[in-house]
């Protein structure tokens, strides 16, 4: 476990200029209901 978020669910970590970026798998975090809710949002 990594803060909060399991780290299997990480897909990548880099550096950009002075920013950390963590690259989350959200299809891993979400349920399905809250995937459906996003998925509907974008289109």
Same mark, same amino acid.
Not at 28 to 35: G, N, P, V
């Given at each position: 476990?990594?803060?909060?978020?399991?780290?299997?669910c990480?897909?990548?970590?880099g550096?950009?200029?002075?920013?950390? +970026?963590? +690259?989350?798998?959200?299809?891993?975090?979400?349920?399905?209901?809250?995937?459906?809710v996003?998925?509907?949002?974008?289109?």
């Amino acid at each position: 476990m990594v803060g909060g978020v399991d780290s299997d669910c990480i897909t990548s970590i880099g550096k950009l200029e002075d920013r950390l +970026l963590i +690259l989350l798998d959200l299809e891993k975090i979400l349920s399905t209901s809250e995937f459906n809710v996003l998925d509907t949002a974008m289109n």
